[in-house]
């Protein structure tokens, strides 16, 4: 049992430059959430996903696109990558269970450089 | 729009002593409270929860005060040791399949030994 996995583990990027990142869970969770993380920012939600097939706007979504692919797999694609997308990215997963507890699972991330 | 704000940004705590973290949150609809640690170059974890019916939560050496008519809640570290060491951040979110979670900045707590 995996958990949530996360690939790569580190990416440089050059501006303009396109990359998915992929996300994939094994504990059979609906929901699925793709969070940015920068110094003195906290966690920042760019999508997610409720169910197998939706897909919503975060907090910040701009430049970012997602894929459901399955319910196991989340993907999210930055299209002409920009230096302000330098950042630690999450994944995580939910889904409420013994106890109704929204307690989401984390990705160990994606430390991601644009220069 | 801030919905969850956290203090204070560093913390440093002598070994033994008693971390404390606060936050604070705007949306009355919010009914699920929990607590992240995250250690460097890991994921975020969780480390305690709290629903809005009771008004404190322990779990070993941590603790959730909740008071929900200031919409304000706090995490209590007694005893703190080293190994506590880590960022913290509190969240906020509805109980619901599929929603997602309002986190606060985040704490970094150091415990000198």
């Known amino acids: 049992n995996a958990g949530v996995t996360q690939t790569p583990k580190f990416q440089v990027l050059k501006t303009g430059q396109s990359m998915t990142l992929q996300c994939a869970q094994d504990?059979?969770?609906?929901?699925m959430y793709w969070y940015r993380q920068d110094p003195g920012m906290g966690l920042r939600l760019i999508y997610y996903?409720?169910?197998?097939?939706?897909?919503d706007k975060g907090e910040v979504p701009n430049g970012y696109n997602v894929s459901r692919l399955n319910k196991r797999e989340f993907s999210l694609r930055l299209e002409s990558a920009a230096p302000s997308q330098t950042s630690v990215y999450f994944c995580?997963?939910?889904?409420?269970?013994?106890?109704?507890?929204?307690?989401?699972?984390f990705g160990p991330g994606t430390r991601l450089t644009v220069l | 729009q801030q919905q969850v704000k956290q203090s204070p940004q560093s913390l440093i705590v002598q070994k033994g002593g008693i971390s404390i973290i606060n936050c604070a949150y705007e949306?009355?609809?919010?009914?699920?409270f929990p607590w992240y640690q995250q250690f460097p170059g890991k994921g975020p974890a969780l480390l305690i929860a709290?629903?809005?019916?009771?008004s404190e939560k322990k779990e070993g050496r941590f603790t959730i005060s909740f008071n929900k008519s200031a919409k304000q809640f706090s995490l209590h570290i007694m005893d703190s040791q080293p190994g506590d060491s880590a960022t913290y951040f509190c969240?906020?979110?509805?109980?619901?399949?599929?929603?997602?979670?309002?986190f606060g900045k985040g704490t970094t707590l150091s415990v000198s030994s």
């Open positions: 995580a997963s939910s889904d409420l269970g013994q106890g109704e507890r929204n307690e989401q699972f």
């Open positions: 504990m059979n969770h609906n929901s």
């Open positions: 996903s409720a169910s197998e097939g939706t897909t």
């Open positions: 949306n009355t609809a919010f009914d699920y």
């Open positions: 709290i629903r809005p019916d009771v």
């Open positions: 969240a906020a979110s509805l109980n619901q399949a599929g929603t997602a979670l309002i």
